[in-house]
């Protein structure tokens, strides 16, 4: 009999894909169309901050109803409607002719549910396929989403000197839209018991038995789970991850370009970012199931206030590339553990409810630093207060998440307690 792979595997493979395709779609490489449309339309960088300001307040006013929605009905179905209309929505950005257009369809794009990594699709989906090896299971799928960016980078440069920016939103949205949608149909399954199969493609056996199953999946309700100190530390700590990642990611190779570096030599340093997100989900993946997360995220947390301090001070093309590195690390890890450690904390029948619930709060801060780094560069002419602050965020959620175990659920302590006494 031949030996057959976990078709888990198989989905968080397709997702990986998936998200690499999503990314080029406006969302990784969104930094790329900053300078000719800012050329070719006279707007300032305001227009581009809020823009992805509304996009996140898109996504925080729908991520509630997106979870409830994927926890009935799994991610596959409402996938498949969703990207078509995502696609045509990044299409239709080659067509406006003012900054307020594109506020309007960013925060559309935001309400269908795509924010890179942070989409829920992807991540409730294989939430869903793995328990004891979900953390392996989230790198092999994270690694296409820096992988995205990485080719997309010098792609879009190359299409937008080929075509021009507009045809060149026309055709990452309807490429990125059929490719998607044709991986969601053929390969993707809601959950392993679709097919007749348990998580991790086999059961827990362990001699403390079903004590131990009940611990490792506990699934807690969401009225249960915002009662817990630390869904509200995660919030605010991952929050703090994705206000920096907003910050660097939009501002990126226009804040290069008015260094003095070409726009080519940016969009290739956005590239090496992106690889070093993609090499940091493999780095971590033989640790994040051995140890706890809350520590190997410090890794993260350490290498994106490096990333900022040293982006401050680049003169030379190698501290460039350096400081992508860094700030890839950053990103990779707290992305990763992430989409690892809420599922592992709250437990998987209801993670699309719990994360949809806790991204408003996560996101807001995403949104403020998008905005407040358009703002204060039209203001001062210059970065450096937003970098700065960033990075004083940066260390407020390593603090909150470091102080964050796993929560123990009142009934698995109540079993342990029985168990003893007999």
Excluded: C
Aim: proline residues 5%; without cysteine.
């Amino acid at each position: 009999m031949l030996w057959k792979p976990f078709y888990g595997w198989i989905v968080v493979s397709a997702l990986s894909v998936a998200g690499g395709f999503t990314m080029s779609m406006g969302i990784g490489n969104f930094g790329v169309f900053v300078a000719p449309m800012q050329d070719e339309l006279g707007i300032g960088s305001t227009p581009f901050g809020v823009g992805l300001t509304a996009r996140l307040i898109g996504f925080a006013i729908s991520g509630p109803i997106i979870g409830r929605l994927l926890d009935h009905y799994g991610a596959r179905g409402p996938l498949s409607v969703t990207v078509v209309i995502f696609g045509a929505s990044v299409a239709s950005l080659g067509q406006i002719q003012a900054g307020w257009q594109m506020i309007a369809l960013q925060m559309f794009m935001g309400m269908l549910g795509y924010w890179g990594s942070s989409s829920l699709y992807f991540t409730v989906m294989a939430s869903q396929w793995f328990i004891r090896k979900r953390g392996k299971a989230m790198s092999v799928m994270f690694v296409g989403f820096p992988a995205g960016i990485a080719i997309s980078a010098p792609i879009t440069h190359a299409l937008i000197e080929a075509f021009g920016w507009r045809d060149s939103w026309a055709i990452l949205g309807i490429t990125g839209s059929i490719v998607v949608l044709l991986i969601t149909r053929l390969i993707l399954r809601n959950r392993p018991e679709d097919m007749g199969l348990v998580p991790d493609g086999s059961p827990v056996t362990s001699p403390t038995g079903g004590l131990e199953a009940r611990q490792l999946d506990h699934s807690w309700t969401l009225h249960d789970a915002i009662r817990t100190g630390a869904f509200w530390r995660m919030a605010v700590a991952f929050g703090t991850v994705m206000l920096g990642m907003s910050a660097i990611g939009l501002f990126w190779v226009p804040y290069f370009i008015a260094q003095g570096f070409s726009p080519s030599m940016a969009a290739w340093a956005l590239a090496a970012y992106a690889t070093s997100q993609a090499g940091t989900s493999i780095l971590l993946a033989r640790f994040v199931d051995q140890y706890q997360s809350r520590f190997l995220a410090m890794f993260g947390y350490a290498s994106f206030i490096a990333a900022f301090l040293l982006m401050m001070n680049s003169a030379a093309t190698w501290q460039l590339f350096v400081t992508a590195v860094l700030g890839g690390a950053g990103v990779g890890s707290g992305m990763l553990l992430q989409a690892q450690m809420w599922p592992t904390y709250f437990g998987r029948a209801n993670i699309g409810t719990i994360r949809g619930a806790a991204l408003p709060l996560t996101l807001a801060f995403s949104g403020v630093g998008s905005a407040s780094t358009g703002l204060i560069f039209d203001a001062t002419g210059s970065y450096s207060p937003a970098w700065w602050a960033a990075i004083a965020m940066l260390v407020v959620g390593a603090m909150l998440l470091v102080i964050t175990p796993k929560p123990v659920p009142a009934l698995a302590v109540t079993d342990l307690q029985a168990e003893q006494r007999a």
